[in-house]
Each structure stands twice: as structure tokens, then as C-alpha cells.
Nanobody
């Protein structure tokens, strides 16, 4: 079993930055693909960014491309999401997810059903 705990959310003005962290415990996630999702009130959960288990491949939703950066520190068993130039539309609960390693070291899973473990989420609120 893997436990994921997100942190780093909060209230920030438009144009500001936040760095979300996802700390894993229970098992090392160095061989897991990791993803960040978000869910705004009344909307479906959507993928924001993902990174393959090798770290060789990343994905960003069009809405965050150029503003957000995903990274992983396997020594700390932690994944990060650096969020810059935040907009009010970025307001949501952000979730971290982990997918058990597959054979493709470049695969970045994008669908919620592809992930095996989820964190509880951290609220990000961007004021205008």
C-alpha cells in the first residue's frame, strides 16, 4: 500500500506562485508514474500534469502548459508541482496520484482510472 499526502496549497493572488508537494509512504514510488489532478466545484476531476516512472516523460494540460512544472525527487519519495502565474481558473482541490509501474518507461497516464493510489487533496484558491 502507498499513502500519499499533499501539501502546499493555500490562498494566493492571481499571478502568484505555489509549490505543491506529494509525499509518499508505505512503499517507494520511484517506479510509479505520478500525476496531479484537480477538481473544481461542480466539475469533473481533470488531469493537470503527469510524469512517467522513469521521469523521462511529462505531460501538461493545455491550460497549464508553460506555467506549471512537475518534478520528482525519488530520494525523498516526493513529487512536486510548481505552479506559477496562477489564475482564478486554477482554483480547485489538487490531488496527487500514483500508478504502479508498467513496462513503458515513457508512459504518462492521464485518466483517473489508470491510477492505483490517491491522496486526500489540497485546496488551491486563486483570488482575482
Amino acid at each position: 500500500q502507498v499513502q500519499l499526502v499533499e501539501s502546499g496549497g493555500g490562498l494566493v493572488q492571481a499571478g502568484g506562485s505555489l509549490r505543491l508537494s506529494c509525499a509518499a509512504s508505505g512503499q517507494t514510488v520511484s517506479s510509479y508514474a505520478m500525476g496531479w489532478f484537480r477538481q473544481a466545484p461542480g466539475k469533473a476531476r481533470e488531469v493537470v500534469s503527469a510524469i512517467s516512472w522513469s521521469g523521462a516523460s511529462t505531460y501538461y494540460a493545455d491550460s497549464v502548459k508553460g506555467r506549471f512544472t512537475i518534478s520528482r525527487d525519488n530520494a525523498k519519495n516526493t513529487v512536486y508541482l510548481q505552479m506559477n502565474s496562477l489564475k482564478p481558473d486554477d482554483t480547485a482541490v489538487y490531488y496527487c496520484a500514483a500508478r504502479i509501474r508498467g513496462s513503458n518507461s515513457y508512459y504518462t497516464p492521464l485518466a483517473t482510472y489508470e491510477y492505483n493510489y490517491w491522496g486526500q487533496g489540497t485546496q488551491v484558491t486563486v483570488s482575482s
